[in-house]
Nanobody
Framework: QVQLVESGGGLVQAGGSLRLSCAAS????????MGWYRQAPGKQRESVAI???????NYADSVKGRFTISRDNARNTVYLLMSSLKPEDTAVYYC?????????WGQGTQVTVSS
C-alpha cells in the first residue's frame, strides 16, 4: 500500500504561481507513475500531469507551457509548479501514484485562482 499526502494549495490571483507537493510513504519501492489530477465543481476528474519512474512527462493540453511536474525519488515526492494561473485552473488537485496493480490517491488540496 502507498499513502499520499499533498500540500501547497491555496488562493492565488490570476497570473500567479503555486507549487504543490505530494509525499509518498508505505510501499514506495513499488511506485511506477506519479502525477496530478484535478476536479472542478460539476466536472469530471481530469489528468493534469504525469511523470514516470524514468522521468518522462505528459501534460494536459490546457496546462502545457504553464505547469511543470518533477519528481524527487530520494524524497519520494512529486511536485507540480503551476505558473500563469487562470481562474479555470480552480479545482481540487489530487496526487496520484500507481504500482502496476493499484492506483493510489491523495486526499486532495484546493487551488483557487481569483480573477
Amino acid at each position: 500500500q502507498v499513502q499520499l499526502v499533498e500540500s501547497g494549495g491555496g488562493l492565488v490571483q490570476a497570473g500567479g504561481s503555486l507549487r504543490l507537493s505530494c509525499a509518498a510513504s508505505g510501499s514506495i519501492f513499488s511506485i511506477n507513475n506519479m502525477g496530478w489530477y484535478r476536479q472542478a465543481p460539476g466536472k469530471q476528474r481530469e489528468s493534469v500531469a504525469i511523470i514516470t519512474s524514468g522521468g518522462s512527462t505528459n501534460y494536459a493540453d490546457s496546462v502545457k507551457g504553464r505547469f511543470t511536474i518533477s519528481r524527487d525519488n530520494a524524497r519520494n515526492t512529486v511536485y507540480l509548479l503551476m505558473s500563469s494561473l487562470k481562474p479555470e485552473d480552480t479545482a481540487v488537485y489530487y496526487c496520484y501514484a500507481d504500482d502496476f496493480l493499484l492506483n493510489y490517491w491523495g486526499q486532495g488540496t484546493q487551488v483557487t485562482v481569483s480573477s
